[in-house]
């Protein structure tokens, strides 16, 4: 095979349509939802469900990332102030950390792998065995019956999930603090009310619903994109999970910028 | 179907495909793997959209209708899937029942009786609590028939019906199709590339070959039909295309 100069244009080119092309039909799905959400009849009775299998069913994982995250910060900031800063700011470490930063971020890189995977594959599954086609041939829009009520879940369940995971991660450095760090508990919750403030609970709850959108609706697009069998349902959610991890991060710069 | 061009990508599939059915007839479109035939099938419902040429339905000119307008004109018409198509997460009875739920008035027990009466017809009877994984092939297919025919549609596609299944399993579905066509008068467009199966259930057959309608004409005419295309394909002897090319 030979190389041509322009080789690596062509390829940039390439790149970049598919890149535009790509954000094109991400809109034009948005788009889609958003005018789909007058189908109250067709998502209305599949929003429960879907709540269920999205926020509920993923309550254990959070609360597992989180009792340890807790457990690990009290641990950490136990290590780093000891001889400098007083003991009791490691409840201010512990909540303000958990609350701001890693109770929405690592559970929302969590239900990108558990919530995104699986929708991008349950929705490219029934792409590729026409089972989409077959919703338009029975008169139902399938961006009301499948993408609808999966996005809105998302957006209500994520933050939910969320408050709890942070609940959890406070309360696992807490317990942390009293059994292991021999700290009192009058000491660690000084140091969580010294600089708490309930918008803190605002702001976490503001970016994972931004995260619930984006795992919920990239999942989505991604599983409508999927052709060619298996192989491309498996291709569809390694990039549903990739693309949706990376906007979330880009996303927790931009609320803390816009937000903070 | 007029003059209706269709490509993926360079790939031209439709060039220039032109075909009328007839109401009340059943028309069975032949031809090879990958000629078009699912795709020229799909532009009737909507499912695919034409780069160039028109489809009309009933008058209508499918590709200029509003979404709306699309639903009910779907709603005439009952698609059986290759593969199915069934809803993994439902049962049999949801999966009839779902075009009932969204296209018609019926109560619950009118579209459990209903349902019941789409199995019955496909026979199908005591399924209706199994899921798709739990069939076979063949009674995939007729479960897919048994959703598709739910709503009474006027008109009745069928995607490769017969594909992959048993002689015994075909003759059955083939018997469903000619039986839907006798009793309840609908109009059917059958994909398929089974030769026997297309001269059991249709009133005329059209050969689809290089993107357009090659041979049109009644299961006779194709048996006797002296053009090698035709011939290299129902006597599945492809040495007879290479004179062609």
């Not at chain 2, 259930?201 to 005419?221: K, Q, W």
Request: glycine residues 12%.
């Amino acid at each position: 095979m030979r190389f041509s100069v322009l080789d690596p244009v062509r390829a940039l080119g390439h790149t970049v349509v598919t890149g535009v092309s790509a954000v094109g039909r991400m809109g034009y799905l948005a788009a889609g939802a958003v005018r789909a959400l007058r189908q109250v009849d067709i998502w209305g009775g599949l929003l429960l469900g879907q709540m269920a299998r999205i926020g509920v069913e993923s309550v254990p994982i959070a609360l597992f990332i989180a009792t340890f995250t807790g457990i690990v910060l009290a641990l950490q900031s136990s290590y780093t102030f000891t001889g400098a800063i007083p003991l009791y700011f490691v409840g201010t470490l512990v909540g303000k950390t958990m609350i701001l930063e890693l109770g929405p971020v690592l559970t929302g890189l969590a239900l990108s792998g558990r919530v995104g995977a699986n929708i991008a594959a349950e929705l490219g599954t029934m792409r590729v065995t026409e089972q989409v086609d077959a919703l338009e041939t029975l008169a139902y829009d399938p961006v009301a019956y499948l993408v609808v009520p999966r996005i809105l879940a998302g957006a209500l369940m994520f933050p939910m999930v969320v408050i709890l995971a942070d609940a959890v991660g406070v309360l696992a450095g807490w317990g942390t603090s009293l059994y292991l760090l021999d700290m009192s508990s009058p000491e660690f919750l000084k140091g969580l009310r010294l600089f708490f403030r309930p918008y803190d609970v605002t702001f976490g709850a503001i970016k994972s619903l931004s995260f619930g959108l984006t795992v919920t609706g990239i999942g989505c697009f991604f599983g409508f994109s999927a052709t060619g069998g298996a192989e491309g349902v498996g291709r569809a959610t390694t990039r549903a999970v990739v693309v949706s991890s990376m906007i979330l991060l880009v996303l927790d710069a931009f609320w803390a910028a816009v937000l903070l | 179907m007029r003059d209706v061009y269709k490509a993926f990508g360079t790939k031209e599939v439709l060039k220039g495909f032109t075909l009328e059915v007839y109401e009340g007839e059943t028309l069975s479109i032949i031809g090879q793997s990958g000629a078009g035939k699912s795709v020229a099938l799909k532009h009737i419902v909507g499912l695919l959209q034409p780069d160039r040429g028109e489809i009309l339905v009933d008058g209508e000119r499918v590709a200029d209708l509003a979404r709306e307008a699309l639903y009910r004109l779907r709603r005439k018409a009952g698609y059986v899937f290759q593969f199915a198509a069934l809803f993994d997460s439902m049962t049999i009875e949801e999966n009839v029942a779902m075009g009932l739920r969204r296209m018609s008035e019926m109560t619950a027990d009118e579209i459990h009786g209903r349902v019941e009466e789409c199995l019955r017809l496909v026979e199908l009877e005591g399924y209706g609590a199994r899921y798709p994984a739990e069939l076979s092939g063949g009674e995939k297919k007729r479960a897919g028939l048994a959703r598709a025919i739910a709503t009474k549609p006027k008109y009745l596609l069928y995607d490769e019906p017969t594909t992959g299944l048993d002689p015994v399993t075909t003759a059955v579905i083939d018997r469903l199709v000619i039986r839907m066509a006798e009793e309840l008068g609908v109009t059917g467009v059958v994909i398929t590339h089974d030769m026997d199966s297309a001269y059991r259930v249709s009133d005329r057959i059209a050969m689809l070959y290089d993107g357009r309608v090659r041979f049109l004409g009644t299961p006779d005419e194709v048996r006797a039909s002296g053009d090698p295309v035709v011939k290299a394909f129902i006597e599945g002897r492809p040495e007879l295309l290479e004179a062609v090319s």
